[in-house]
């Protein structure tokens, strides 16, 4: 789960990471009242949207009076941002983040992370921050410092000093940026974080280290341990279909493609779209309907997917285990054709428990379906029914 930067910096303040003053406001009224309240000579005026990319998009403004204030949260709340991160779409402004603005003599980056390949949590930080660190990332993988952590040693300030001078910090900014990673680790640690990316970490104009911009996501999977940081959804953020699958338990989140994607088990899913992908297919959605879904859940799904205008094919991709058995899928899927028709293509694989029995429950049931051999088959005959449409 995504959060705001003002919600991920309320966290890591409370870590005792430093940040510039600032509060959250939704009228540009409101925005003129922090401004006054937090004080300063100058003010950050921030666009609180799930988007890197906001200073190239004009998402952040800096100003020196609270009419400034008043007028860039005029002109940025209630319209929308595009940035490279929203598509062009974009996404709409309901929330401007107000800060003190900071004297800057140097940005560096700074990212903990789980390093898949290690298995561990690390840290990742270069000596130039900002917005273009994905780039300098590609261009120039040297200039990356990673540092993992061994989870039975835990942090090590000796190795973070370390690498904090990899960084082009060194003294007391040194121990400052040790202090700022034990404290993001703890953060991470503790909140179930899979990302915590402090960029631009910066050196301000009194010597201090100060996170001038945080990205934090949340392990969905680990929010049942931390019910107060649920809280800190924002629906807005989401897209309408993904909220309603999440109120019926299924696992769904959309894509730009054309084909629509149903299975069971997120292992059998990323499989399915990443073959698709392969196969020059385009998946329209991730939805899986998980192991233990009832057949009502399993119509519920069904219908989402047809209520995208986008699709012009769907691959239902079954394996039926001890659980949840592939009949009780299709029987599900009959439901919902029955109820709003099949205005597309609907090509369907299982395989396992009850297959022959899912086979009929379709058949019997009059819906025009297209059954594959295997995954592989499955693909070409939904992406070539997919062009077809």
């Given at each position: 789960?995504?959060?705001?930067?003002?919600?991920?910096?309320?966290?890591?303040?409370?870590?005792?990471?430093?940040?510039?003053?600032?509060?959250?406001?939704?009228?540009?009224?409101?925005?003129?009242?922090?401004?006054?309240?937090?004080?300063?000579?100058?003010?950050?005026?921030?666009?609180?949207?799930?988007?890197?990319?906001?200073?190239?998009?004009?998402?952040?403004?800096l100003?020196?009076?609270?009419?400034?204030?008043?007028?860039?949260?005029?002109?940025?709340?209630?319209?929308?941002?595009?940035?490279?991160?929203?598509?062009?779409?974009?996404?709409?402004?309901?929330?401007?983040?107000?800060?003190?603005?900071?004297?800057?003599?140097?940005?560096?980056?700074?990212?903990?992370?789980?390093?898949?390949?290690?298995?561990?949590?690390?840290?990742?930080?270069?000596?130039?921050?900002?917005?273009?660190?994905?780039?300098?990332?590609?261009?120039?993988?040297?200039?990356?410092?990673?540092?993992?952590?061994?989870p039975?040693?835990?942090?090590?300030?000796?190795?973070?000093?370390?690498?904090?001078?990899?960084?082009?910090?060194?003294?007391?900014l040194?121990?400052?940026?040790?202090?700022?990673?034990?404290?993001?680790?703890?953060?991470?640690?503790?909140?179930?974080?899979?990302?915590?990316?402090?960029?631009?970490?910066?050196?301000?104009?009194q010597?201090?280290?100060?996170?001038?911009?945080?990205?934090?996501?949340?392990?969905?999977?680990?929010?049942?341990?931390?019910?107060?940081?649920?809280?800190?959804?924002?629906?807005?953020?989401?897209?309408?279909?993904?909220?309603?699958?999440?109120?019926?338990?299924?696992?769904?989140?959309?894509?730009?493609?054309?084909?629509?994607?149903?299975?069971?088990?997120?292992?059998?899913?990323?499989?399915?779209?990443?073959?698709?992908?392969?196969?020059?297919?385009?998946?329209?959605?991730?939805?899986?309907?998980?192991?233990v879904?009832?057949?009502?859940?399993?119509?519920?799904?069904?219908?989402?997917?047809?209520?995208?205008?986008?699709?012009?094919?769907?691959?239902?991709?079954?394996?039926?285990?001890?659980?949840l058995?592939?009949?009780?899928?299709?029987?599900?899927?009959?439901?919902?054709c029955?109820?709003?028709?099949l205005?597309?293509?609907?090509?369907?694989?299982?395989?396992?428990?009850?297959?022959?029995?899912a086979?009929?429950?379709?058949?019997a049931?009059?819906?025009?379906?297209?059954?594959?051999?295997?995954?592989?088959?499955?693909?070409?005959?939904?992406?070539?029914?997919?062009?077809?449409?």
């Open positions: 789960m995504n959060i705001h930067e003002y919600q991920a910096k309320k966290i890591l303040a409370g870590y005792g990471i430093p940040i510039p003053a600032g509060e959250v406001a939704e009228t540009p009224a409101d925005a003129a009242s922090v401004a006054r309240k937090i004080d300063g000579r100058a003010w950050a005026v921030k666009v609180q949207v799930h988007a890197g990319g906001r200073g190239k998009a004009r998402g952040v403004r100003v020196k009076t609270t009419e400034e204030v008043t007028a860039a949260a005029r002109d940025l709340l209630g319209n929308r941002i595009v940035t490279d991160q929203t598509g062009p779409e974009g996404k709409a402004v309901h929330q401007v983040y107000i800060e003190q603005a900071v004297g800057i003599v140097q940005e560096v980056y700074l990212a903990a992370l789980v390093d898949r390949s290690a298995g561990r949590v690390a840290f990742i930080g270069a000596k130039e921050g900002g917005e273009d660190i994905e780039e300098t990332a590609i261009a120039h993988p040297d200039r990356i410092a990673r540092l993992v952590i061994d039975d040693v835990g942090f090590d300030r000796s190795a973070a000093m370390a690498f904090a001078a990899k960084l082009g910090l060194d003294g007391d040194a121990a400052s940026a040790a202090d700022v990673m034990k404290g993001t680790y703890d953060a991470f640690i503790e909140n179930d974080a899979s990302l915590i990316e402090i960029n631009p970490l910066v050196v301000t104009n010597g201090t280290l100060v996170a001038l911009d945080v990205k934090m996501v949340l392990d969905d999977n680990a929010l049942y341990r931390h019910r107060e940081l649920d809280s800190l959804r924002d629906v807005n953020e989401v897209d309408p279909s993904e909220v309603e699958a999440k109120r019926f338990e299924l696992n769904y989140v959309k894509l730009g493609g054309d084909i629509g994607v149903m299975v069971n088990g997120a292992g059998l899913a990323l499989a399915t779209v990443d073959l698709l992908k392969e196969r020059g297919g385009d998946p329209a959605d991730f939805m899986d309907i998980r192991p879904a009832t057949r009502d859940q399993i119509a519920t799904g069904f219908k989402m997917l047809l209520s995208n205008p986008k699709i012009r094919a769907i691959l239902v991709n079954i394996y039926g285990g001890g659980i058995r592939c009949d009780t899928v299709t029987e599900g899927v009959a439901a919902s029955k109820e709003l028709g205005r597309v293509p609907l090509i369907v694989r299982t395989a396992g428990t009850n297959k022959e029995l086979e009929k429950a379709l058949t049931r009059g819906v025009p379906v297209v059954f594959a051999r295997d995954m592989m088959d499955a693909a070409d005959k939904v992406i070539a029914a997919a062009k077809r449409a």
